[in-house]
């Protein structure tokens, strides 16, 4: 068992999916014994492009975004060869293009959508999110309803996760753009969780609302470069992790009005000199972190299992690795960590969204020139 905010080792007696390759890439006859399931892993579709975010239409269809500036539709297990057309400007490089996307709740009725991604302006670029609506392939009355401010020109640390929650707001998680200090600096977005209505105007409960010192959109604070973030499915607590430095991926449970400490506190090191970051892992009015990684998994993706079709890992977490390929399972018990297992191992590349479908299966994304959609199936 691990315990809440214990040290996680890359090779600490964690459980490894078996028919790992060494080499190319596993295929739909390899069989992956976990813990508490057998399964494999089809491919579903490839030749997507950096692929980064994964939404499912009421229609069957699915939508993905590649980080280039493409949004395509795969219908029927075949990516459609036109793109949805009629997206906003899109700035790609580096860290940042085309990011995540999410369907407005009342999506059957009113066809929206919504999409983070890097936009230039003034100063540079950042991240911002608009909102159309989906028709003919056609994204149509186009809205711009959030700008992260300042711009920069670096190409790092943009986020970005959507999450409609069922307070009926919009939430999208942003990075620190690689300006450590704007994370503990309100007045500024770049290093926060931010909370806005689906027009984008400020809920007026937002926890800084009234600070002539605080950008009023900011729910949480000291966060670096968060790229998963979810909804429980009993508690209604959201749950955000973040890329931590060299080490220090964080899971934390999102307190309105928290200070995740970042760059003040970390369990990562600096890359280069190896020493501790800012002044150690912990100071008062900071909070600590749900679980943490060192050595670095790279987070990205997450989601809260509650299909059918694996019974056994029901309200359990599943979180994707960039660093290592690896789908990483966390039982999850009264907000803490109890047990991690650490599933594919590289079998597929580096993974950069996890969502369950509504067929009770969960989907991956792979983050490679040469992308794949993924979707995990039990062996019985």
């Given at each position: ?20 390759m ?10 992956f014994e ?12 490839s030749?997507?492009?950096?692929p980064?975010?994964?939404a499912?239409?009421p229609?069957?269809?699915?939508l ?24 906003p ?11 995540d996307?999410v ?11 919504c999409?983070?991604y ?15 609506e ?5 994204l ?14 670096t ?37 926060s969780?931010?909370?806005i ?60 009005g928290?200070?995740y ?10 890359y280069?000199s190896?020493?501790?970051?800012g ?24 989601t ?16 994707g690795?960039?660093?290592?390929g ?21 079998a ?7 969502r ?6 969960l ?10 959609l ?6 019985d």
């Amino acid at each position: 068992m691990l315990s809440v905010r214990s040290r996680v080792r890359q090779f600490s007696g964690l459980f490894l999916c078996l028919g790992v390759m060494s080499s190319g890439w596993a295929d739909s006859a390899t069989v992956f014994e976990s813990q508490r399931a057998s399964f494999r892993v089809v491919t579903l579709a490839s030749g997507l492009e950096h692929p980064w975010a994964l939404a499912f239409l009421p229609s069957g269809d699915m939508l993905v975004t590649e980080r280039p500036g493409t949004l395509r539709v795969i219908h029927d297990g075949q990516v459609l060869e036109s793109p949805v057309t009629g997206l906003p400007e899109v700035s790609a490089g580096g860290q940042g293009g085309l990011l995540d996307v999410v369907l407005d709740p009342a999506f059957v009725s009113n066809r929206r959508l919504c999409l983070s991604y890097a936009a230039s302006g003034k100063g540079g670029r950042g991240t911002e999110i608009a909102c159309g609506e989906l028709r003919d392939n056609h994204l149509r009355n186009v809205e711009v309803i959030f700008q992260a401010l300042p711009k920069n020109r670096t190409g790092r640390h943009f986020g970005s996760r959507l999450l409609f929650a069922t307070d009926g707001y919009l939430y999208a998680t942003l990075g620190d753009r690689a300006k450590r200090a704007q994370a503990q600096d309100r007045s500024t977005h770049p290093g926060s969780l931010v909370r806005i209505a689906p027009d984008g105007s400020i809920p007026l409960d937002n926890p800084f609302v009234g600070d002539p010192l605080s950008q009023p959109q900011i729910y949480t604070y000291g966060n670096r470069n968060p790229q998963g973030l979810v909804q429980h499915p009993t508690t209604g607590e959201m749950w955000m992790h973040e890329h931590g430095p060299r080490g220090g991926d964080e899971l934390n449970r999102v307190i309105a009005g928290a200070n995740y400490g970042w760059p003040v506190i970390s369990y990562g090191k600096e890359y280069f000199s190896l020493a501790p970051v800012g002044e150690g892992t912990h100071k008062a009015g900071m909070r600590q972190p749900v679980h943490y990684w060192v050595p670095s998994i790279a987070p990205s993706g997450m989601t809260f299992y509650t299909g059918q079709r694996f019974p056994g890992w029901q309200g359990d977490l599943f979180v994707g690795s960039l660093k290592f390929g690896q789908l990483v399972r966390l039982e999850v018990a009264g907000g803490q960590v109890v047990h991690e297992e650490r599933m594919l191992n590289g079998a597929f590349g580096r993974i950069r969204d996890v969502r369950q479908g509504p067929d009770g299966l969960l989907y991956l994304l792979t983050d490679e020139g040469n992308g794949r959609l993924l979707r995990l199936e039990p062996v019985d």
